[in-house]
């Protein structure tokens, strides 16, 4: 998932802003995303049991590329394919390739709750590879959302273990560095996407950076391939895995980005651990313990406060 700040919207949101989008139309983009991506969790789950991370990561990508460009063809993005295909594959390794592979090795540890709940740090990420990259100090109250969030986080790794019944305390605190950096290259790939990509179709993007990280995981997969073969739940869940929770995901996501801007795209990293908890619960029977839902409210309140999308009302001096 890519964004970008909430002040500095790309290109397309220009033309937004020109012709509003009704209330109800985005909404129903982000909630059905947030389904999406927090289903993402519950499939990856499942798919790396038996295919192990990086083969679980590289069918899904390979998927959603396969889904994705004929789509793009069709609708004659082609020329745009080609003429932004270094940057749209850069942003691909970034976007999607690593972050899928991270998360991936992470949930053969960790339940899928949590690592949905430690995906909910993207947006900070985000604001810290902007400041780096476009010299984008933000302003005091974000800071002091940074550090909120990040203290959430680190709440939630301090007890990490004690999470996972049979894990060892290393592994899990591997397994919640992995979804940081994770969250990481999610930042450096909504830099790189308004830096290289501003203005791109939506499709154009989504496609070009499944492609990409197709070609960036092929050859780990190849070597690393289980050598029994996964059973049939297992195809199914990466074949939705790769076209509904990636191809059909990412074109909404763009599209939100395009149609409601960035600050309300950001919006769905609240959503998506909501639903990747219920998936978990419901179908894997996963537990949810009162100190996980503690540090996802500090980890959310630093999120809204870092990217903006909630901003403290201190009363401003009176002009004498």
């Not at 790939?189 to 939506?202: E, K």
């Amino acid at each position: 998932m890519t964004t970008t700040q909430n002040n500095n919207a790309p290109a397309t949101a220009a033309t937004t802003a020109a012709k509003p989008l009704a209330p109800t139309a985005w909404l129903i983009d982000l909630v059905l995303l947030g389904a999406l991506w927090g289903a993402s969790f519950l499939f990856m789950r499942i798919g790396a049991a038996e295919f192990g991370a990086l083969p679980t990561a590289a069918v899904r990508v390979a998927i959603a590329a396969l889904f994705l460009l004929p789509i793009a063809l069709l609708r004659g993005q082609g020329p745009s394919l080609a003429k932004h295909w270094k940057a749209s594959l850069l942003v691909g390794v970034f976007n999607s390739g690593m972050p899928f592979a991270l998360f991936c090795f992470a949930l053969l540890t960790i339940n899928t709750g949590l690592a949905a709940v430690l995906n909910a740090t993207t947006p900070m990420f985000g604001a810290l590879v902007a400041w780096a990259w476009f010299r984008e100090r933000p302003a005091n109250w974000r800071l002091v959302g940074l550090l909120i969030g990040f203290a959430g986080v680190a709440m939630l790794a301090s007890r990490s273990a004690g999470l996972h019944a049979g894990a060892s305390s290393n592994a899990a605190l591997f397994a919640v560095l992995a979804c940081l950096g994770a969250c990481l290259c999610y930042g450096i790939s909504a830099s790189a996407t308004r830096a290289y990509l501003g203005g791109v179709p939506a499709l154009t993007t989504a496609t070009g950076s499944q492609i990409g990280a197709t070609a960036f995981l092929a050859l780990p997969a190849i070597l690393l391939w289980p050598a029994q073969m996964p059973s049939l739940r297992a195809w199914l869940a990466l074949l939705a895995l790769g076209i509904a929770c990636t191809g059909v995901a990412y074109i909404l996501f763009f599209r939100l980005i395009e149609r409601a801007g960035p600050a309300r795209a950001l919006t769905v990293t609240f959503l998506v651990p909501v639903f990747a908890l219920f998936y978990g619960a419901v179908f894997l029977g996963e537990n949810i313990t009162q100190w996980m839902l503690i540090c996802a409210l500090v980890i959310v309140c630093g999120v809204a406060l870092s990217t903006g999308i909630v901003k403290p009302g201190w009363p401003r001096k009176a002009p004498a």
